[in-house]
């Protein structure tokens, strides 16, 4: 039997590709601080200036609008505090960081049951804001890979005078992202996402905006976050937005629509054998390694700890509560019962998943399937 272990939780990190791991492994082997103005830090300094311009170019942004932090997270903080404006809008759907950024006076943006944002309700609740506001949506959930309509909701924002924050953690290296077409002020991408290391990760700022730091105490990144930078993560980010830049836009390089097509046969073979399952965000535009789904009945726990004793990774709806499994605000505010909500997998795939992946994730899934559901009746 085969037990090569199978990876199907992208969305919460990506392996780290072999051009970021070379970039980063020679860049441990430098010493300076890229705030010195010798030779070495010069040299430090360098490999994070080439860094910002390829992650500027991976989104179709300035590199002096670019500004590193340590995880997208604190770029997402960053972003909501840091705009200086007191009424936030943001999605129901956001990832926590963003939500807990926002604060408790901030305003949810309701979405339908396909997960994607009213567009009508943002209208009303802008036209009633007390003064500008800051409206934040993602570009793609990191849940069920619902595409969001940024670039709609940006033009709704600059017709009020709100400020817009795009987090495009997920979508960044996947689909093009262009921050300037977008129209919008703010956008967050992250290292880990795209194939490069943990611990890097940028806030893109409009010169529009006067960001105030969420960290002081020093000049770096033109003074919107202080710290000495971690040049050899921010080293293999560069490496990774280049080849992620390199791929999204040359349909030769790009392994999407690939992947795509196994997230298909996924979703058709987890539908023929199971009539009842839901699968969220179906009606949606979505990304392309992204499905998520609930067969009712089973316990969306049990099912990642019986896949993970089968050698295959995915998660419970999403990855990012230090291994909690909890309720999904996500599927909650697309209408989704706390039953059904309970049962949801995600299956997020990557470059490196085959066909064969694929069939033995449905045929392993299968048989645990079977047993659960057969168990109640059994006792």
Same mark, same amino acid.
Request: charged share 20%.
């Given at each position: 039997?085969?037990?090569?272990?199978?990876?199907?939780?992208?969305?919460?990190?990506?392996?780290?590709?072999?051009?970021?791991?070379?970039?980063?492994?020679?860049?441990?082997?430098?010493?300076?601080?890229?705030?010195?103005?010798?030779?070495?830090?010069?040299?430090?300094?360098?490999?994070?200036?080439?860094?910002?311009?390829?992650?500027?170019?991976?989104?179709?942004?300035?590199?002096?609008?670019?500004?590193?932090?340590?995880?997208?997270?604190?770029?997402?903080?960053?972003?909501?505090?840091?705009?200086?404006?007191?009424?936030?809008?943001?999605?129901?759907?956001?990832?926590?960081?963003?939500?807990?950024?926002?604060?408790?006076?901030?305003?949810?943006?309701?979405?339908?049951?396909?997960?994607?944002?009213?567009?009508?309700?943002?209208?009303?609740?802008?036209?009633?804001?007390?003064?500008?506001?800051?409206?934040?949506?993602?570009?793609?959930?990191?849940?069920?890979?619902?595409?969001?309509?940024?670039?709609?909701?940006?033009?709704?924002?600059?017709?009020?005078?709100?400020?817009?924050?795009?987090?495009?953690?997920?979508?960044?290296?996947?689909?093009?992202?262009?921050?300037?077409?977008?129209?919008?002020?703010?956008?967050?991408?992250?290292?880990?996402?795209?194939?490069?290391?943990?611990?890097?990760?940028?806030?893109?700022?409009?010169?529009?905006?006067?960001?105030?730091?969420?960290?002081?105490?020093?000049?770096?990144?033109?003074?919107?976050?202080? %710290?000495?930078? #971690?040049?050899? =993560?921010?080293? &293999?980010?560069?490496? /990774?937005?280049?080849? !992620?830049? +390199? $791929?999204? @836009?040359?349909?030769?390089?790009?392994?999407?629509?690939?992947?795509?097509?196994?997230?298909?046969?996924?979703?058709?073979?987890?539908?023929?054998?199971?009539?009842?399952?839901?699968?969220?965000?179906?009606?949606?535009?979505?990304?392309?390694?992204?499905?998520?789904?609930?067969?009712?009945?089973?316990?969306?726990?049990?099912?990642?700890?019986?896949?993970?004793?089968?050698?295959?990774?995915?998660?419970?709806?999403?990855?990012?509560?230090?291994?909690?499994?909890?309720?999904?605000?996500?599927?909650?505010?697309?209408?989704?019962?706390?039953?059904?909500?309970?049962?949801?997998?995600?299956?997020?795939? %990557?470059?490196? #998943?085959?066909? =064969?992946?694929? &069939?033995?994730?449905? /045929?392993?899934?299968? !048989?645990? +399937? $079977?047993? @659960?559901?057969?168990?109640?009746?059994?006792?």
């Amino acid at each position: 039997m085969d037990r090569r272990p199978i990876y199907l939780d992208h969305n919460a990190t990506a392996p780290l590709r072999r051009e970021a791991k070379e970039v980063l492994v020679a860049a441990l082997a430098e010493t300076g601080n890229p705030s010195s103005v010798h030779g070495f830090g010069r040299r430090a300094r360098r490999l994070v200036e080439d860094a910002r311009e390829a992650v500027a170019r991976l989104v179709n942004a300035r590199p002096a609008d670019v500004v590193f932090t340590a995880s997208g997270s604190e770029a997402n903080n960053l972003a909501l505090r840091g705009a200086g404006r007191e009424t936030v809008f943001v999605s129901a759907i956001e990832h926590p960081s963003v939500l807990w950024a926002a604060g408790a006076g901030a305003r949810l943006i309701p979405v339908g049951r396909s997960g994607v944002v009213d567009l009508a309700a943002l209208e009303a609740m802008l036209a009633g804001a007390a003064g500008p506001a800051l409206v934040s949506v993602m570009l793609a959930n990191n849940e069920t890979g619902v595409l969001q309509p940024v670039a709609a909701v940006a033009a709704l924002a600059r017709a009020h005078g709100a400020l817009v924050h795009a987090d495009a953690v997920q979508a960044a290296g996947r689909i093009p992202v262009d921050f300037a077409a977008l129209g919008v002020d703010l956008m967050t991408v992250s290292a880990h996402k795209l194939g490069g290391p943990l611990g890097a990760a940028a806030l893109v700022v409009s010169e529009r905006v006067a960001l105030v730091p969420g960290i002081a105490g020093g000049g770096q990144e033109r003074g919107r976050r202080a %710290g000495t930078e #971690n040049v050899p =993560a921010i080293a &293999g980010f560069g490496a /990774a937005a280049r080849a !992620a830049a +390199a $791929e999204v @836009a040359d349909p030769a390089l790009s392994p999407w629509p690939r992947v795509a097509a196994l997230r298909q046969r996924i979703e058709h073979g987890l539908g023929r054998a199971h009539p009842d399952l839901v699968v969220f965000g179906r009606e949606a535009e979505r990304l392309p390694n992204t499905l998520s789904f609930a067969l009712p009945g089973l316990s969306a726990e049990t099912a990642v700890m019986a896949l993970d004793l089968a050698g295959i990774a995915v998660s419970a709806g999403a990855a990012c509560s230090s291994g909690k499994v909890s309720p999904s605000h996500v599927l909650a505010a697309m209408g989704a019962g706390p039953e059904l909500a309970g049962a949801a997998i995600r299956v997020s795939l %990557g470059p490196g #998943n085959d066909e =064969a992946d694929v &069939g033995r994730f449905l /045929a392993t899934w299968g !048989a645990f +399937a $079977e047993r @659960a559901l057969a168990r109640p009746s059994a006792a």
